[in-house]
């Protein structure tokens, strides 16, 4: 059950009936169109939340609340809990606010207890999470800020059900300690499968030829196929029908006043079969202007429209982030193979201009050894001849002489 209000710009809102005070009989209605009627003294205390028994579990909330802020003092001062001690700079990361749809952190938590904001214990744990599960959102999970949002989330969740509990350290060390093991078990498992191992006796056996690592093979274009596939699922979502088409400039004229760069998924596909787009990069940065424009249009966060911002982007940085990752894994391979190509290269010519010399080698020695022994056989056979000839002169001179 929800009421549709209607705000003076027109926009329309489902609200809760929690969220809404019905006006008094007796009140003074305000001449003015627009304009609040007053709530009496007497009023907001009746709006007021009452502590109920049991919010606060076995103790009361100001003396819980005391304990909690303690506990956050003593693990701030650890050097793992730094990043998570303020809120994110957004300078630094401008696209967190269009990942993480609700940002907190130890010391905003701290003030909410300082001014008692949360009226159950429950509520504060349910913020306490947010920690791990905005650094799992925006970080890649398994990283190592990862691994220490979930730490710190651990400890300070196990320090808030433990009433009795008033030095958090000792249960920094218990908790670090159980994530240690748990990894090992993990690790170990993994070890322990029956999916194919890589153990040392074997590969020690192995061909030389099959000993070598595998080399990676990765199209350094199969980025844009990514991006075909990742806008077929953008035009699925329900979400996304805001951004399909261009804004109406009709039903919203302002709209090129405020927005410099107007974008759409509908352009962006566009850009894309036209193949406009040399990398992803250039792709990503259009699909995070559509966001910008919605937020910076429409920054009313309560709107319809922001909230299908936030979900929808959350779920773009994710896809977004497996384009480009696998983009800049295939450069580095192509950049990796690039020498090796060249060395095969290398190689066959040396050993192509080797084997021609030798060949001409060989060809040389033959036809030199055939030379000198043509010239050897020809100057045994005029020697032959001469000695013949000599010889016939001899017997004929010896002849004349005995007559």
């Not at 009936?17 to 907001?44: C, F, H, K, R």
């Not at 710190?152 to 009795?164: A, E, G, P, T």
């Not at 090129?256 to 040399?278: G, H, S």
């Not at 056979?381 to 004929?396: C, E, L, N, P, V």
Request: charged share 30%.
């Amino acid at each position: 059950m929800c009421d549709i209000s209607s705000w003076d710009n027109n926009e329309l809102e489902k609200m809760s009936p929690w969220d809404m005070e019905q006006i008094p009989e007796n009140a003074t209605y305000p001449e003015e169109i627009g304009a609040s009627v007053p709530v009496t003294p007497e009023e907001l205390k009746d709006l007021l939340y009452k502590p109920q028994e049991g919010d606060w579990g076995s103790c009361f909330a100001n003396e819980e609340c005391e304990r909690i802020i303690q506990g956050i003092d003593q693990l701030l001062a650890l050097e793992i809990a730094a990043p998570f001690s303020a809120p994110v700079d957004l300078n630094a990361y401008p696209l967190y606010c269009t990942v993480v749809a609700y940002p907190t952190d130890l010391i905003t938590i701290r003030r909410k207890l300082e001014n008692r904001f949360y009226r159950t214990i429950s509520g504060l744990m349910w913020e306490v999470r947010y920690i791990e599960h905005n650094a799992g959102t925006f970080n890649e999970l398994g990283s190592p800020i990862v691994k220490s949002a979930k730490l710190i989330s651990d400890v300070l969740l196990k320090f808030i059900r433990d009433q009795n509990c008033t030095n958090i350290l000792e249960q920094y060390e218990k908790t670090k300690i159980e994530e240690l093991s748990d990894d090992e078990n993990d690790k170990a498992s993994e070890l322990d499968s029956d999916a194919p191992g890589t153990s040392s006796d074997t590969i020690l056996w192995l061909p030389r030829q099959l000993n070598r690592r595998p080399t990676l093979n990765v199209d350094v274009n199969t980025w844009k196929e990514q991006c075909r596939e990742f806008l077929n699922l953008m035009f699925q979502c329900e979400d996304s029908e805001p951004f399909r088409q261009p804004v109406d400039l009709f039903a919203y004229p302002d709209y090129r006043d405020i927005i410099d760069t107007p974008m759409d998924f509908n352009m962006v596909k566009e850009t894309l079969e036209a193949e406009n787009y040399e990398t992803p990069l250039e792709f990503c940065k259009d699909v995070r202007l559509i966001f910008s424009n919605a937020k910076a249009y429409t920054p009313n966060k309560k709107s319809r429209i922001y909230n299908m911002t936030l979900k929808l982007s959350a779920l773009v940085e994710t896809q977004i982030k497996n384009i480009v990752s696998n983009y800049k894994l295939a450069l580095k391979c192509q950049k990796k193979n690039k020498p090796r190509q060249k060395y095969r290269k290398r190689f066959k010519s040396s050993s192509s201009s080797q084997s021609s010399s030798k060949s001409s080698s060989r060809s040389g020695s033959r036809s030199t050894s055939q030379s000198s022994s043509r010239s050897s056989s020809q100057s045994r056979s005029s020697s032959r001849s001469k000695g013949r000839s000599s010889s016939r002169s001899r017997s004929r001179s010896g002849s004349r002489s005995r007559s």
